[in-house]
């Protein structure tokens, strides 16, 4: 089997779980398109500046095949070396995207190489089913969400709201390059809401709920959300009817995840600072029914 080799998506993982997601739906859907096998290259977990990011997609218990997939940036000597090895995407075709949606993505050939964000929900288009699959947020349901799950279950109109402050907020130029979203957001967030939803009940998820709480005083019934890991977490947001997201990765997949037909999503039209450097379309993180404001 001469093309057995040959036959490989690969895809660069890196960064929190709400990229890793994207980047691994990215490589799913490419993968069954070309009828080839994906691997994965999760070196960025083994780096001392990862920071604490963690590799979270064997959390879904996903099963990952391991690679090197370029581009490779070593030094000149390693690189020489590097090229005496078999490298099973030599010769193949590859897309590097920082931001947003690239339709080269549509004409990439066996074998093919992933890298970048990958952030849009147009590269698994057509693949949702295998994605939603891959990511069964059931399997984080413990013993300790139940009871709350419980009382979202029987809500009428749950809605999970997201407050994303944490790396966001360590320093003036990190909140000119992420965007920090403020109260005047929210309340906009929910007066879009209940102008299309009746009797909603309001759940907080923030990974900062104290601050959380402070920035939307005032907005009646919201509870607070604590004690809970971010996989818990996550099954519980998507467990909720309708959704107000914050400029997370996070929530979009929690949102995205969700499984009601009628869910009604508002996430912000301005997902990044004014020091982002690269274009954004805001498509690319609203699918078709979403509502940006």
């Given amino acids: ?55 979270g997609l064997r959390d879904f218990g996903i099963e990952l095949r391991s690679a090197r997939v370029p581009p490779f940036k070593p030094g000149r000597r390693i ?17 590097t995207r920082v931001e947003g949606f690239d339709p080269r993505f549509l004409e990439l050939t066996a074998p093919a190489a992933l890298s970048g964000f ?72 929910k007066a879009a809401l209940e102008a299309r939803v009746e009797h909603p009940t309001y759940f907080l998820f923030s990974d900062d709920p104290d601050i959380a709480l402070a920035e939307l005083q005032g907005w009646q019934g919201l509870r607070p959300v604590t004690g809970f890991s971010a996989y818990e977490d996550m099954h519980l947001m998507s467990s909720c009817r309708h959704f107000v997201i914050a400029n997370s990765t996070f929530s979009w997949w929690a949102a995205w995840l969700g499984a009601a037909p009628d869910k009604l999503v508002i996430g912000p039209k301005q997902w990044f600072g004014p020091d982002y450097p690269y274009p954004v379309d805001p498509t690319d993180r609203s699918p078709p029914g979403w509502l940006m404001v």
């Fill in 118 to 189: 990958l952030q849009s929900w147009r590269y698994f288009e057509g693949h949702e089913a295998s994605v939603r699959r891959a990511f069964d947020v059931r399997r984080f349901a413990t013993a300790r969400t139940a009871d709350l799950a419980a009382e979202i279950a029987v809500a009428r109109n749950p809605v999970a709201v997201h407050i994303r402050r944490g790396d966001y907020t360590k320093s003036p130029e990190t909140v000119a390059f992420y965007g920090l979203l403020h109260a005047e957001h929210y309340f906009a967030a």
């Fill in 1 to 55: 089997m001469p093309n057995a080799r040959r036959n490989l998506v690969g895809v660069k993982i890196h960064d929190g779980l709400g990229n890793q997601m994207f980047q691994y739906a990215a490589g799913l859907a490419l993968s069954e398109r070309l009828g080839a096998e994906l691997c994965v290259d999760i070196r960025h977990y083994e780096r001392k500046d990862r920071g604490d990011r963690r590799l």
């Fill in 79 to 95: 690189a020489a070396a590097l090229r005496l090895l078999p490298n099973p995407f030599r010769g193949g075709s590859s897309l």
